[in-house]
């Protein structure tokens, strides 16, 4: 059976919120043992490099898409501000608060969807967001509701918001500024754009880092940063956005504490509550219903 496009976007998507978990597994772990440009900068370095490859062994990189270089900043610029207040924030916020502010992304994806490019949510996906938000806060705080009440914004949660205001703003942009550039080099363009305006921001810490004496633990966490989490998931992202709407793009956020649970499990860190199952299955039902074509 052939899979139609919309269907290739989904799975593109599933495939992104598993990767996208295990950043922040890793990223708790190496937070506050390198400056968070520099952990930017070196990771989309290495994707840059295993995309460039990529590319260059595939379809090649047309004349065509060295057009109008300022969409890649402009997408660079969004992507840079993702990681490096996710990684600012990660060093004070607990990581329960941080997760719960993620799944604030797909709602502020669907008003900048709507701005942008007029996409409208219908009351059955904003049904199913809604539905998937519960279920994701349900899994974070592990069926815990007086951990639920006890939440505060804190200056780390209040930092990373702002970065998943950009990421959400990213996943629109992907398609407005798109001009039939294949998802390898379109995230190619973005990727080095995003190193230079890092790069840029970040040279003091850059230079101040002891490359050398990184702990291995940080070499792993960089790695998969940049192969799996960034080099992959780019191209995921870009792949789905052109064929799903931002809200249906950035829902599948509300499957990453699921995913993360599973990290946890494989890492020998413990099961949750079986409680928490129903919040897995609340996101799994939010998914479903996104899954169906509007009638």
Not at 155 to 181: D, Q, S
């Amino acid at each position: 059976m052939t899979l139609s496009e919309p269907a290739k976007g989904h799975l593109a998507m599933l495939a992104f919120s598993a990767l996208v978990a295990g950043s922040f597994s890793l990223g708790s772990m190496v937070a506050n043992d390198i400056a968070p440009t520099a952990l930017t900068a070196a990771r989309f370095a290495i994707a840059a490099a295993v995309i460039g490859t990529l590319a260059l062994a595939t379809r090649g990189i047309p004349r065509a898409a060295f057009a109008a270089p300022w969409r890649y900043l402009v997408l660079g610029l969004l992507f840079g501000l993702y990681f490096v207040l996710m990684f600012e924030g990660l060093k004070t916020a607990p990581p329960v608060s941080t997760a719960a502010v993620f799944t604030l992304t797909p709602v502020l994806s669907a008003v900048f969807g709507w701005l942008l490019l007029r996409q409208l949510t219908t009351p059955r996906m904003a049904f199913a967001l809604a539905l998937g938000g519960a279920g994701a806060l349900w899994v974070i705080f592990r069926a815990d509701l007086a951990a639920l009440v006890r939440f505060e914004i804190g200056r780390g949660e209040a930092i990373y918001f702002w970065g998943c205001v950009a990421h959400a703003l990213y996943t629109p942009m992907v398609r407005k500024l798109n001009r039939g550039e294949s998802p390898v080099v379109f995230s190619l363009g973005m990727m080095l754009a995003a190193l230079l305006l890092v790069a840029a921001y970040g040279w003091a810490d850059i230079r101040a880092t002891d490359w050398a004496a990184l702990s291995p633990l940080v070499w792993i966490a960089i790695l998969y940063l940049a192969v799996f989490a960034s080099a992959a998931t780019f191209v995921l992202l870009q792949y789905a956005a052109l064929r799903l709407p931002s809200a249906k793009v950035m829902a599948y956020t509300y499957l990453t504490p699921s995913w993360v649970i599973l990290w946890e499990i494989a890492l020998d860190r413990g099961a949750p509550p079986a409680l928490v199952t129903l919040g897995v299955a609340l996101t799994a039902l939010a998914l479903v219903l996104l899954l169906k074509n509007e009638g």
